[in-house]
Structures are given as structure tokens and as C-alpha cells.
């Protein structure tokens, strides 16, 4: 985690699809609400795509000379994904189906709520964006978040499912040059403890 800094300079890099897939299947494991892993990851690696994309990302040139973008969605309707995330659970035997149903009626009732859906899209997708970050570290590539671009050009060019809100995009590659430095804050100046 201290190792992880955001770059924004790049050399150009094939990427194996192999570390590409081992840095997405780290990615899933990541925590969400109720389990409903709210989240879509869009792969752009590219050239054409990466043109594509560099205009709607305000020319970052992270965007093309990385070896992909991977652009985080999350799922404004994940409550869909309640049956199949505990059909299976039941299934195999690890929940009753009573307590499936009890839970399924929670969060059917939850996203009836906009904002609800809104705020549970964002906050587990940028979890697994985070644990994305790390396991592309882990295996020697560098990243960079970037919340600058145009959503609504990104949906339409790349063809996003109206359920799905851009949260995010990722650059992932081999650094040409070190991130630039940064600070923190101390702890006393973040942390508060009990109340405030």
C-alpha cells in the first residue's frame, strides 16, 4: 500500500493477458454489500479504443500510453442480483432458505430508494477499484485513478447499459518516470476518536 503511487507517465508495454486476468480475478474479491458485487469493469487495451477514449478523458495521455484503462462501473440495479448471489448460496447448503428470503426482501426494499442505489454503486466499486490498484502493484504495475472525464460522452461512445454509472477510470501499466511526490495528513488530523 505504501508502494502505490498514482503515475501518470508510461512506457508502452504488452500487458500478458494472464497478469491482466490475475489482477481482475484479485479485483472480485473484494467486499460489497449484501454480496451483491455490485460492479462492471470495461477493458480498454486497444489503440483504436484508446483514441477513442483519450478525447473523452481530456487527452490524459495516461489513456494511450498505458497498457489498458479499465474503466470501473457500478451497478445501479444490483438488487437483481440478489437471487442468483443467494439461489446459489442455499443451493450449496449455506443459508436457509428463509433467511434468503428475509434478505432478498431487505434489499429489494433498499434500492427502491435512488440515492440508496446511487451511493451503494459508488462506495463498492470504488472498493474493488482500490483492490485493484493493489493488485496490479502487487504484480510490478503502476496505476492512476482519474475521476476526470465526460460520463455522459463515455456511455454513449463506449455503449454503457444505462444501469451502469462510470465511476471511475484506471490506467494500468509500467511506469517511465516515478510518481511525483505527495503528502498525508498525521493521523491527528484525520482521526477522531468516539465522537466529535
Not at 504488452?14 to 467486499?31: C, K, R, S
Not at 494511450?64 to 437483481?80: F, Q, R, Y
Request: hydrophobic share 40%; aromatic share 8%.
Amino acid at each position: 500500500m505504501k508502494e502505490r503511487h498514482s503515475v501518470r507517465k508510461y512506457t508502452k508495454y504488452d500487458m500478458p493477458q494472464q497478469d491482466l486476468n490475475e489482477i481482475l480475478e484479485a479485483t472480485i474479491t473484494a467486499p460489497s454489500s449484501w454480496n451483491l458485487q455490485p460492479w462492471k469493469f470495461l477493458v480498454i487495451q486497444s489503440d483504436s479504443q484508446k483514441e477513442k477514449l483519450l478525447p473523452i478523458a481530456y487527452n490524459q495521455q495516461q489513456i494511450v500510453d498505458s497498457c489498458v484503462t479499465i474503466a470501473i462501473l457500478g451497478d445501479l440495479e444490483a438488487h437483481l442480483n440478489a437471487e442468483k448471489v443467494y439461489g446459489e448460496v442455499v443451493s450449496k447448503g449455506f443459508m436457509k432458505p428463509e433467511v434468503k428470503d428475509i434478505l432478498t426482501g431487505q434489499i429489494n426494499a433498499a434500492y427502491n430508494n435512488d440515492q440508496f442505489a446511487r451511493d451503494e454503486a459508488i462506495m463498492n466499486s470504488s472498493l474493488a477499484a482500490m483492490q485493484l490498484m493493489l493488485a496490479a502493484k502487487d504484480k510490478g504495475y503502476d496505476t492512476v485513478p482519474m475521476g476526470g472525464f465526460d460520463r455522459i460522452a463515455f456511455k454513449q461512445e463506449f455503449q454503457v447499459p444505462e444501469r451502469l454509472v462510470p465511476i471511475m477510470l484506471i490506467s494500468v501499466g509500467k511506469a517511465a518516470a516515478a510518481a511525483h511526490g505527495t503528502l498525508r495528513f498525521p493521523l491527528d488530523d484525520v482521526v477522531t476518536y468516539e465522537t466529535f
